[in-house]
């Protein structure tokens, strides 16, 4: 494989083209008329305009975007996350024009893209799930049936959704055959699948995920987990690795899991495991994602494993360099994804001007984004600007390195989430590892962000004395000039 074209955009398709360069691969990029200055696009040895900025007219297009690829030679397409990273036939068009697809089979994807096949193979294992049916449910009475051994409140969802899409909470018997009706039309009109099945709602849960690697050799291993509770409206906030609530055992046993749930529809690439985890710490198998996720650097951080790449070897047909023994813990990673989000305002997306860009540094810090200072962010796709990522050789050291990064990280122009995440990592339950998916609607109120900032007035002294600093050297480079340029020795000590 000596070149690939990278189906995505932003942040994502720059962390892509970085280690395919690393490994000696050209890339090509597709882009929109909207994304026409973007970093990815430059980085690219080739890009090629696919269409306008609707992503359904552009990233969307797999017919179109193949046929770029075999018009560019390549021999990979790397569909990253989003767009068409989990389209089965996406994934079989690719093969199917003799390109490698970078990512699982088109029939891994399509098991795991129905949440009931998938958990009809995971039963297959004995992977713990919740109490619910593995089956489309056909009939009312049949409902009834499920509901006497779960109890209330359940909840139903849709086959074809996930990630929190279709579901209904139902609280009382009343409630359940008006509620499975809607669920069913809704289903079919988001999905033009109608099959909902029936789960006990476990409340309070914590959201953790096992990201796990296969070969087309048939080797398998878990990267241990991400926990990523910290979401508001199914959108991820701020996700770590290890959790802290996870014990040696539960690593274990869920790292075995996710390997049969990967095992169970002959996995390779790199898939997510997700599981929900209750107060007593049982785990249930929830759904597999089939592509690399966003939160994949806090594991990469606490492995050194550079995921990509290992996509990439997968993909050409190499055998995993390592095994389960071999992997081990380094440390710990926080991530917080910075949205173009109005925290303050219920996290309603803000577009605008990315004024003021100022990325922090230093040693644990890693910023994924793919904006520069000066730029729109467009309208037609995902908010996210950046992922702010620390690591430190404690949980301590990374929130405090994240909390100092997310100090020293300016930005003007936009409202992002990043007094969130600051108030976010400050909070007790936050700091003793004490919260589930509810943290946001249990603690943050808008007025949590008016404390606790960075103080603007520091801010705006660090900038007066950096512009005088600036105006200084331009006077000293002024007056160097009329010294004459003989006079080396007084040039290089004004400039010292
Ligand atoms: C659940 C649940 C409680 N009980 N299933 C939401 C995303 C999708 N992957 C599954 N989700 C849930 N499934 C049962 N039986 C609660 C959620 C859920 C959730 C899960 C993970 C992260 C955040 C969440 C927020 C609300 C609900």
Known sequence: MNKILVANRGEIALRIMRSAREMGIKTVAVYSEADRTMPFVQ???EAVCIGPAPSSQSYLLGEKIIAVAKEKGVNGIHPGYGFLSENARFAQQVADAGITFIGPSAAAIEIMGSKLAAKQAAQKFGVPMVPGTETPLRSIAEANEVVKKTGFPILIKAS???????????????????????AKSEALSAFGDDAVFIEKYVSSPKHIEIQVLGDQHGHCVYLFERECSIQ??????IEEAPSSCITPDIREAMGKCAVDVARACNYYGAGTVEFLVDEQLNFYFLEMNTRLQVEHPVTELITGLDLVKEQIKIARGEQLSFSQEDLKINGHAIELRICAEDPANNFLPDTGKLETYIRPQGYGIRVDDGYEQGMDIPIYYDPMISKLIAWGSTREEARHRLIRAIEEYLVKGIKTTLPFGHWALQQPAFIEGNFDTNFINKYFTPSSLHTNLPDINQVAALLAAYVWQQNNLNLQEAAIGTIPSSSSWKKRNMLR
Not at 232 to 237: P, T
């Open 43 to 45: 980085y690219a040895d």
């Open 232 to 237: 508001r409206r199914h959108q991820k906030l």
């Open 160 to 182: 074809a959704g996930g990630g929190g899409k279709g579901m209904r909470v139902v609280n009382t018997p009343d409630e359940l055959e008006e509620q499975i009706r809607l």
